[in-house]
């Protein structure tokens, strides 16, 4: 094939697959859904991506590959044109039950040329919980329904049977339903596209094209991975708890080795499976692996080409990163997800220091679920919500505020106001939070914080899934940490309940409210090293208080009034500062734990002095302190942080 026919026709895939996003983005019925929490691919008769979308959610699309394969296992020889098929099992690659993958094959004059897929996020799947996210559950069975690859359209019919029996086990089969349809329509376009292109340039010259994408992107990894040099990395990053053993956080173990044009991962090491939602099953696993590798590498398009080079290790079956039927796994995101995409920046950042980043912040969700009674309705609703928060400090560059997580850059921050139409739900107020960034040379970048009330509902429940409550946002090279995790219900009043990151079928009721933050990013650096003026700029700006300039950047501030150019910096102050910093904080990590914990109760220290100066971890909601894993975040701080002071 001439390079510039197969560059025309790589591109012209990727454009097939973007067209079935918007035609998804416009047709969907899940508030989710319209929200970017979808993804779309392009597979070969083999199973293997040609194409994928350049919006589309990084957790999703490292696992599209499988599932079209899955469907090619589950109906070897009974494959028609006009079949569609659906499917949304974790235990064959997929990611959670919510993830539902509707699949069409692409026929031409009978020859199987490959599938167009489309992936949505439904707002239900069954299970306990309204959302299907049940934080309790420790097996898939109250988690949702699981539904094994199935024909829901055969020859162009539409078996409204089968559709019926899946959307009758949702909570909003209307929803469900639409969502179906819009999905199955998406495909079509792709169908369409595909066919469009055979027609004008040939069979053979597409399926040619199909395997070229593949092998263009495949030789340019091998490349890129042969230029740099071999050798073995080891990096490691937590999960807050496993229920059934307590205090204590959850290691999860990434080894990685370059050989040659070759790189392999290895998660042998890692946590068995945790007595929460908080597992992954293989699919999940190798999705983080792929975003985590993809990010140092951002020219490079994303198809199967990129896989082949990656040689994954995923460990024994029933560990955290390698869980199976019937573990639950629909938490995967908030846990091993985010844990091995943190642990591959770190090996990375090493590799490549120009482009090392330090921790971003944990996707979390806050899910409410009843009946909406506004106006005389009696409508069932569900009320999704994820925080944008701060990604780490980078090597040169502050980190980005206020950003879409790594499980999914693409996602969009919902709308409030379309929230607000939608759910029965007041949003009191969104902000920055000051000084949630991780102080570093280069600062992370800031977290929200985040209050809603319930208006007019009726049986409401909710669930919040979230982590680093304990296993809080660290730094890099010095950098310090950021600040937990956690959901507070009515805070500020009487009967203000703090619920920590993990919480589900909780009743409220209207007038209840709900804040919680988002963490910042990491800091990246000695935050003692940052520019004075930085800071200044960062209180002027409301990012940084003036008490933590001092405390956190060694620089004091002064603020004669309100007005920005009265703001200046004490340099003989911030020099003392600094220096009194300098020759003290190592020892403060040696502070006894028991009396700090009771500093925090007393109200004498705050979460920020905790986390960052004393690195003492607590139950934030009774102020109990948390002995192993205080010791276990001191090692982190020792091995992150301590080792890259200067005193």
């Not at 990010?295 to 990163?321: A, E, H, K, M, Q």
């Not at 950042?349 to 106006?375: C, H, K, Q, W």
């Not at 007038?511 to 520019?531: K, Q």
Request: charged share 25%; hydrophobic share 40%; with cysteine.
């Amino acid at each position: 094939m001439d390079p510039i026919t197969g560059e025309v026709l790589r591109n012209a895939f990727v454009t097939a697959v973007d067209l079935m996003a918007e035609q998804l983005l416009r047709t969907s019925h899940s508030f989710v859904i319209h929200a970017r929490d979808f993804s779309g691919a392009l597979c070969d008769a083999n199973g293997d991506t040609v194409a994928q979308g350049s919006q589309d959610v990084a957790v999703q699309v490292g696992t599209l590959h499988f599932s079209a394969k899955a469907v090619l296992r589950s109906f070897p020889g009974d494959i028609y044109e006009g079949d569609v098929f659906v499917l949304n099992d974790p235990y064959v690659g997929g990611t959670h039950f919510n993830d539902v993958r509707v699949l069409r094959p692409i026929f031409s004059d009978g020859v199987l040329m490959g599938m167009a897929q489309s992936n949505g996020h439904w707002a239900d799947v069954g299970g306990a919980a309204p959302g299907s996210f049940d934080t309790t559950a420790v097996e898939h069975f109250g988690e949702g329904l699981r539904i094994t690859p199935v024909r829901v359209w055969s020859r162009g019919n539409y078996l409204a049977d089968v559709a019926r029996l899946i959307a009758s086990n949702t909570r909003a089969p209307e929803e469900a339903e639409g969502d179906l349809l819009a999905q199955a329509e998406a495909t079509r376009v792709c169908e369409r596209e595909v066919l469009r292109l055979t027609e004008k340039y040939g069979r053979e010259t597409v399926l040619a094209a199909f395997e070229e994408s593949q092998a263009y992107v495949e030789r340019v990894v091998r490349r890129r991975l042969s230029e740099l040099p071999d050798g073995r990395w080891e990096a490691e990053d937590y999960i807050d708890s496993d229920p059934r053993i307590g205090d204590g956080l959850v290691p999860i173990r990434v080894g990685m080795h370059i050989s040659g044009d070759t790189v392999q991962y290895d998660l042998n090491g890692s946590h068995s499976a945790v007595g929460s939602f908080l597992n992954s099953a293989f699919g999940g696993t190798f999705s983080a692996i792929v975003a985590g590798t993809k990010t140092f590498f951002p020219d490079v398009p994303l198809n199967s080409g990129f896989y082949r080079p990656l040689d994954v290790d995923f460990g024994p079956s029933g560990t955290v990163v390698n869980a199976a039927w019937p573990t639950a796994v629909t938490g995967f995101y908030a846990g091993p997800y985010e844990k091995i995409v943190s642990a591959i920046f770190q090996i990375w950042s090493e590799i490549m220091p120009d482009r090392a980043i330090s921790t971003s912040f944990n996707l979390e969700y806050l899910l409410l679920g009843g009946r909406d009674v506004r106006r005389g309705r009696q409508s069932p609703f569900m009320y999704y919500d994820w925080m944008a928060g701060g990604w780490g400090g980078r090597n040169g560059k502050d980190g980005s505020n206020a950003t879409a997580s790594i499980f999914g850059v693409g996602h969009a921050i919902q709308s409030i106001e379309m929230q607000e139409r939608s759910s029965p739900i007041l949003t009191g107020r969104c902000e920055l939070r000051t000084d949630s960034a991780g102080p570093g040379e280069f600062r992370g970048g800031l977290g929200l914080v985040k209050e809603v009330t319930l208006t007019d509902g009726d049986a409401v429940v909710l669930s919040y899934c979230s982590d680093r409550a304990r296993s809080v946002i660290t730094g890099t090279r010095g950098g310090l940490p950021s600040c937990p995790h956690g959901l507070s219900i009515n805070p500020r009043t009487q009967g203000a309940r703090y619920l920590g990151a993990l919480a589900s079928r909780l009743s409220v009721v209207p007038g209840d409210s709900l804040e919680r933050p988002s963490a910042g990013g990491g800091g990246f650096g000695d935050p003692l090293d940052r520019d004075p003026e930085a800071v200044r700029a960062d209180v002027i700006d409301g990012y940084v208080s003036v008490d933590r300039a001092r405390q956190d950047y060694g620089v004091v501030v002064r603020c004669e009034s309100e007005d920005p150019d009265s703001v200046h910096i004490d340099d003989v102050g911030t020099a003392a500062e600094r220096k009194r910093l300098r020759a003290h904080r190592s020892a403060a990590l040696q502070a006894s734990p028991l009396a700090v914990a009771e500093m925090f109760v007393n109200g004498e220290l705050n979460e920020f002095d905790l986390v960052r100066q004393f690195g003492v971890i607590l139950d934030w909601g009774s102020g109990r302190l948390l002995s192993r894993t205080t010791d276990q975040f001191r090692e982190i701080l020792q091995h992150r942080c301590v080792q890259y002071w200067r005193t």
